[in-house]
């Protein structure tokens, strides 16, 4: 079974500050990746996905980007926070079936 | 629009007693159906699903019900213990599985020792 790996656990970045998050899975190859937030009241809410290295779906348009540069490596980033960029990130993954193995999370606090 | 709904934020309910959670979906596509857990700090974890050709499926103590024509699935804690405090998502595919899952907002279940 897979496993996600993702750090850090928690993060505060001062408004203006660039973010990079990563994600690294082991235990399949070809994985589905994701990359969700769950912010207060919004429940968990899709931001991007990726289908295979370089492929990335982008749901909400924000100053947030995604990046697959290998087949199981999977980072979020931002050159410039904005205190709404406060949550909770997590990253998850798939092998074309319905579940998602998801990672531990990142809080993410924009001060 | 809110394709997957959980119109309940939050649910207090007694050690030993029913926990029913519940959520409705708007998209007909959707016919494949799951519950997450999650506690605070950590990653959702899986619970249970339900294919739409089925109605109920039941795993111990859990147990998930569909009503299609509703558009209705509600998940059955039975009976609750306290270690079940936690927030419930209920989120919803498409026959594919190709397409990312959708979503509710959650529902936090605090169960009372």
């Known amino acids: 079974s897979q496993t996600i790996h993702q750090w850090p656990a928690t993060l505060v970045q001062p408004v203006g500050s660039p973010l990079s998050l990563e994600c690294t899975v082991e235990?399949?190859?070809?994985?589905?990746l994701y990359w969700y937030r769950q912010a207060a009241g919004r429940g968990l809410q899709l931001l991007f996905y990726s289908v295979g290295i370089g492929q990335i779906s982008s749901e909400v348009p924000q100053n947030l980007s995604a990046s697959r540069p290998q087949d199981r490596q999977f980072i979020l980033s931002s050159k410039k926070l904005l205190l709404s960029d406060s949550g909770f990130y997590l990253c998850a993954c798939s092998t074309g079936g319905h579940g998602y193995t998801f990672g531990s999370g990142t809080r993410l606090t924009v001060v | 629009d809110q394709q997957v709904k959980q119109n309940s934020p939050s649910l207090s309910v007694q050690e030993g007693r029913i926990s029913i959670l519940n959520c409705d979906y708007t998209n007909s596509m959707f016919d494949y159906f799951l519950w997450y857990k999650k506690y605070p700090a950590e990653g959702p974890t899986f619970l249970i699903s339900?294919?739409?050709?089925?109605d109920k499926n039941e795993d111990g103590r859990f147990t998930v019900f569909l009503n299609k024509s509703a558009k209705h699935l509600s998940l059955h804690i039975v009976p609750s213990q306290p270690g079940d405090s936690a927030v419930y998502f209920c989120?919803?595919?498409?026959?594919?599985?190709?397409?990312?899952?959708?979503f509710g907002k959650g529902t936090r279940l605090s169960v009372i020792a």
């Open positions: 339900i294919s739409s050709i089925k």
């Open positions: 989120a919803a595919s498409e026959a594919s599985g190709n397409t990312p899952l959708v």
């Open positions: 235990g399949t190859s070809n994985p589905n």
